[in-house]
């Protein structure tokens, strides 16, 4: 047989192999236009396909492995095969150092395939397991993600559903909607449809470093030109943390996350100065469980890919305790919080813009906490204990002595609990022009750039319960 009646054949072979699919439509819209080049085409499982598409490709530049679930083969049923082909571009990204994107759509395991079914379902989780803070991983859950792969898209580091796609362990009316995944923290983003999940993933990847080793990606950016506002937000004590980060961060570069799982801490990835960041912003009032694992949770991905995290700090503290709930469950996820926040060596910069009461201000941003450097504006208020508490002990007498309480607690405040008191003890760094909020920090991680810690050795540290 002659040269070209081999490659006519070959052609033949891939054409029949690689028929149009969600799957493969799907995989064109997160590479760049023509440089997905697919793996094992021409893999089979019980007569048909894999029931997956692999392969790699570029995401504005940058080698990414993929992999897309095609339920348009025997509803994309895990198997075997299905696995082997997910596990080489786990094993890929590893020699290559390069991100994952999964993007789930599958039924489940191939019942026929029985206990095989469950080792390809082990065999996955443990690559994606291995790979964790290695590579930035992304899942799409583009339909539906059921069983042992709800595990394994969970494990990633971002999550973005589709508003139409389904999430869960065990089949229960109603209960594994995309609604329900960001309420509890499992979905970080939920789009209108795949599609929009798709580019919302691939705008993740972009901004993470290609592996925990690499440096970050440089931006074009421009300034929001909301700088000047800083000014009348410090002095009126009002300003929404979504807000504050649109001021301070490169226009239109945040991407929120876990919006839905708790509204009492704003989190984000965005750039400042054309450089990724993570950011952490609380709200003004108390930091509940939730707050407290969702800043967490950012705190460490950013730490795992040295990604730099700015906290903006306006708090009252811990919640006492929250209904329905021991009073001293706030006790562990405070301690969780902190422990997270001391262990990251990433660049850690803090920016104290109102409240800063006691052992949030500790966990957060103090230099207990490894803040590299902390900033306050002028309206912050740094206290041990709340300013009525701490101005009833300290200056209660007062009170009788043609003074209120409330005269004696902004004496408090003013004084005691001011920012310049704070820096002239050592407990902040400066304080400075809310409206230079944003030259400074682009300063300070310029400053940080190089930072490098070496912790004591060990394998890891233990979070509280």
Same mark, same amino acid.
């Given at each position: 047989m002659s040269a070209e009646s081999k490659m006519s054949l070959l052609a033949s072979a891939r054409e029949k192999a690689v028929v149009a699919s969600p799957a493969r439509e799907r995989l064109a819209l997160l590479f760049d236009e023509g440089t997905f080049t697919e793996l094992d085409a021409f893999a089979k499982a019980a007569g048909g396909s894999a029931g997956v598409v692999t392969g790699y490709g570029a995401v504005e530049g940058t080698t990414v492995f993929a992999f897309a679930q095609d339920k348009s083969d025997a509803?994309?049923?895990?198997?075997?095969?299905?696995?082997?082909?997910? #596990?080489?571009?786990?094993?890929?990204?590893?020699?290559?150092?390069?991100?994952?994107?999964g993007i789930y759509d599958s039924f489940g395991a191939a019942l026929t395939e029985g206990n095989d079914a469950l080792a390809a379902y082990g065999e996955m989780l443990l690559c994606g397991n291995s790979l964790s803070g290695v590579v930035p991983q992304v899942s799409v859950v583009a339909g539906v993600c059921a069983g042992c792969a709800a595990m394994l898209a969970a494990g990633a580091d971002f999550v973005v559903m589709s508003k139409k796609a389904e999430l869960f362990l065990t089949p229960a009316k109603g209960e594994g909607t995309a609604d329900n995944a960001a309420k509890a923290g499992v979905a970080h983003i939920v789009e209108k449809d795949a599609?929009?999940?798709? &580019?919302?993933?691939? =705008?993740?990847?972009?901004?993470?470093?290609?592996?925990?080793?690499?440096?970050?990606?440089?931006?074009?950016?421009?300034?929001?030109?909301?700088?000047?506002?800083?000014? %009348?937000?410090?002095? @009126?004590?009002?300003?929404? &943390?979504?807000?504050?980060?649109? %001021?301070?961060?490169?226009?239109?570069?945040?991407?929120?996350l876990l919006g839905g799982f708790d509204d009492s801490v704003y989190t984000a990835m965005a750039t400042l100065g054309g450089f990724t960041c993570g950011v952490v912003a609380t709200e003004g009032g108390a930091l509940n469980a939730r707050s407290c694992a969702k800043a967490a949770r950012l705190m460490q991905v950013c730490d795992a890919f040295q990604i730099p995290v700015v906290t903006f700090v306006n708090t009252c503290g811990f919640q006492a305790g929250e209904s329905g709930h021991n009073p001293l469950r706030m006790v562990r996820e405070a301690a969780k919080l902190a422990h997270v926040y001391a262990e990251a060596t990433t660049p850690k910069i803090a920016v104290v813009t109102g409240k800063a009461y006691g052992p949030a201000y500790v966990a957060m941003a103090g230099k207990? &906490?490894?803040?590299?450097?902390?900033? &306050?504006?002028?309206?912050?208020?740094? @206290?041990?204990? #709340?300013?009525?508490?701490?101005?009833?002990?300290? =200056?209660?007498?007062?009170?009788?002595?043609? #003074?209120?309480?409330a005269a004696v607690t902004a004496d408090y405040i003013a004084g005691e609990a001011s920012p310049y008191q704070a820096s002239a003890d050592g407990t902040v760094d400066d304080v400075i022009d809310p409206a230079n909020t944003r030259n400074l920090l682009i300063s300070a991680l310029d400053m940080l750039s190089g930072k490098r810690v070496t912790k004591l050795p060990k394998k890891h540290g233990n979070l509280p319960l």
């Open positions: 509803n994309g049923a895990v198997g075997r095969v299905q696995a082997a082909k997910i #596990k080489k571009v786990y094993d890929l990204a590893v020699k290559t150092g390069s991100p994952v994107v599609d929009a999940a798709i &580019a919302k993933a691939r =705008h993740l990847v972009s901004m993470m470093p290609q592996n925990n080793l690499s440096s970050l990606p440089i931006f074009d950016f421009a300034a929001s030109g909301l700088e000047a506002s800083l000014t %009348a937000a410090c002095e @009126s004590g009002d300003i929404k &943390a979504a807000d504050l980060v649109k %001021a301070v961060f490169d226009a239109d570069s945040a991407v929120e207990n &906490a490894g803040a590299d450097l902390v900033l &306050a504006w002028p309206s912050a208020v740094i @206290s041990a204990l #709340k300013p009525e508490t701490a101005a009833a002990i300290l =200056h209660g007498d007062d009170v009788t002595k043609n #003074k209120d309480m």
